[in-house]
Structure formats: C-alpha cells, structure tokens
C-alpha cells in the first residue's frame, strides 16, 4: 500500500515538475531577453537586423515587386526611381527583388551549414573530450591535419571538384568549420568531465551515451550557443566570397556574393547601385549578425554574470569592515 502511494504521488508530481521546468526556460529566455535589450544595445540591434533577415527570407516571394529572374531589356541599368526603388542591372532585372531572394540565399545556406557544422563539432568535441587517451590524440590529429589548409583555398579546391551548388555549399561550409570548431566543444567537455556528478554518472554504471546524451550536452549547451550564433555571418561571408570567385550558386539564382561580381564589376562605372545594394546588404547583415552574436556570447558566458565581471556598467558596493581607511 504504501509503496502504490508511492508511486501515485510521484505520478501525480511528474506533470507539476514539467510545468515548473518549463516556467523556469521561460523564464530565463525572458531574462536573457530583457539583460539584451539592456546591456547590450548593439547586441540588440544586431538581433532586430537577424529578425529582419529572417523574415524578409521566408516572405520573399511576397516581400518582392518582380521575381528575381524578370527581365525588362528596355529598362536596362536604369537607375533608382519608383518603379525601380533599387534600380535595375545590366538585363533589366529589378535589384531590389533579386537582394530580398538573395537573402533568402543567405538565410538558408546560414542556417543549414552552421547547424550541420555545430552538431559535427559537437559529436567530435564529446567523443574527444570525454574518452581522452588514444581516441583524443587520433580525432586532435586529424583535426590538426584539416585546419593545416589555408580556408578558403580548401573550400574552393572541394567545391571546383563537387560543382557549385546550394547543396554543395551547405555541405563543404558545414563539414569545414565543424572539424575546425571542434576544439571549442572539446575543452568545454574536458572542463567538466571531472566534476563529481561526473564520476557519480560512471559509478552507478551510466553508459557513455547516458552520460553524454544527459550529462555532458545540458552542460556544454551555453558554448554550442554560442558557437552556432557567431558562426552563422562567417558562413554568410564564406558563400558571398565562393559566389564572388564563380564557385558558389550559379546564375541566375541570385546571390549577395555573385551580384558584386561579373556584371557587378562590369558595370560599376556606369551603374554603380549594382555593386553599392549587395554591398550594402552584405556588409549590414554580417555586421548585425555578428553583433548579436558577441551579445549572446557575453550573456551566456557565466564568468560575466553578476559581480564585478558583468558588463552592465552597475558598480559593486562593498561593505565597510571596522578598521578600514
């Protein structure tokens, strides 16, 4: 009897314990929100310029006065007017519709390559950090050998054998920051795998993927964040600079990257708003997004929580011991 009460309580308490801990993620995401919007004002904006990329990158085909690949030859390179906010290129194609589907581009090939790069840093980072020994020096080698290559020389020696594509962007860009970021994940693992919760885990008999999947992973999450936000405006750059150089999306999908050259080039004297709008774009999208990113790092990081090391400008009163001048 006793035992069935038991077990009736802690049925009754599982749904009130779910409820509280969802309570509390809200809470902490209301938190984390409220310390941005105060602390960190560039952090802020950066966050509002990410909004914005996404929303103008989902609505696109709504957001945009002409698909991206109209043509209207008669009115080839004219400039800004209100029939053209942005003005048009070099085959009368409407600049400002190919920049809102080019940041669909952007959205996209962020999003997928920096979440396939976060979860392969993260699957080498734990297996290196936790297991340590022989697995750690092989994965730490192989992962010297890869970061040994100039960036983006590799990249373009892999994409001219693939092709270009949306595809293989994603894939290259993902796999080569998530061998090189690996090291991140894996001093974050080796700083906690020797916590007592740790060696309790391993004595009560936890297998590794127990201790890995409920053990390691909610304590490395702050650095994965982390990891993903400041990465995503490095994979934006990296695909504007392969589509630059002919190797990223091929025409006539429109890219930041790939409207600044070829006929972005070409025609930069006669019709410099080719080259200013993707420019422009590019550079406002990575600088916010970058911005955002250093914000949620500082936030998360919890050696700037509170005290002394918080960059909130709040000064730290200290009590007055008897005998202090």
């Known amino acids: 009897m006793i035992e069935e009460h038991r077990t009736a309580r802690a049925e009754q308490a599982q749904p009130l314990q779910k409820s509280v801990a969802a309570t509390g993620r809200r809470a902490a995401l209301v938190s984390l929100g409220a310390r941005l919007v105060r602390e960190k004002p560039l952090g802020f904006t950066g966050a509002v310029i990410t909004l914005l990329l996404l929303i103008v990158g989902i609505s696109a085909d709504v957001l945009a006065p002409y698909g991206f690949n109209d043509v209207h030859l008669i009115d080839s390179l004219s400039p800004p007017s209100a029939q053209y906010l942005l003005g048009t290129d070099n085959l009368g194609r409407d600049l400002l519709s190919r920049i809102i589907y080019g940041a669909r581009i952007s959205m996209i090939i962020g999003l997928a390559a920096t979440s396939l790069s976060t979860i392969i840093s993260t699957v080498i980072g734990v297996a290196s950090g936790y297991f340590g020994g022989f697995v750690d020096m092989v994965l730490q080698r192989l992962v010297d050998a890869w970061m040994v290559f100039p960036g983006l020389v590799l ?15 994603i894939i290259v860009l993902g ?3 998530g061998i090189g970021g690996s090291r991140v994940i894996r001093s974050a693992v080796m700083a906690i795998k020797e916590n007592t919760y740790m060696e309790a885990a391993r004595a009560v008999g936890c297998s590794p993927m127990v201790i890995a999947t409920r053990h390691i992973l909610p304590n490395i999450m702050a650095p994965i964040i982390v990891l993903f936000s400041t990465r995503v405006a490095g994979v934006i750059l990296a695909e504007a ?35 200013i709008w993707p420019g422009l774009a590019l550079t406002i999208v990575v600088y916010g997004i970058n911005m955002f990113g250093d914000a949620v790092r500082d936030l998360l990081d919890p050696r700037l929580r509170g005290g002394i090391g918080r960059y909130s400008g709040a000064k730290v009163k200290r009590e007055r011991v008897p005998g202090d001048k």
């Open 155 to 169: 990249l373009m020696a892999i994409i001219s054998l693939l092709g270009p594509g949306l595809w293989q962007i």
């Open 175 to 177: 796999v080569s920051l």
């Open 241 to 275: 600079s392969l589509s630059f150089l002919g190797l990223g999306i091929p025409p006539p999908v429109p890219s930041w990257g790939g409207m600044l050259s070829g006929a972005g080039r070409t025609y930069m004297t006669r019709a410099p708003w080719m080259a």
